[in-house]
């Protein structure tokens, strides 16, 4: 995120008056999608959680997480 601050934006944080957690926030809110599926319980959210990291949906592996043997065999 911060390559995206100008330095003036930068320069307030470092001093304490802009606080970047607001910042980071306006850019989730902005730019990022989030999803989430209630499950019957923890270990079924673990199954999905681990399904989702090997790449078992159409966009293959996530870039943040993934399951290194997934990342592993996508690259040969």
């Not at 320069?11 to 989430?36: E, H, K, N, V």
């Amino acid at each position: 995120m911060l390559p995206l601050l100008s330095r003036t934006e930068i320069a307030g944080i470092a001093a304490g008056r802009i606080a970047f957690d607001a910042l980071l926030g306006a850019y989730i809110r902005r730019r990022l999608l989030c999803r989430f599926a209630p499950l019957a319980s923890a270990a079924e959210a673990r199954g999905l959680e681990a399904a989702l990291r090997r790449g078992a949906w159409p966009h293959g592996p996530p870039l943040l997480n993934p399951d290194p043997a997934a990342v592993s065999a996508g690259a040969s």
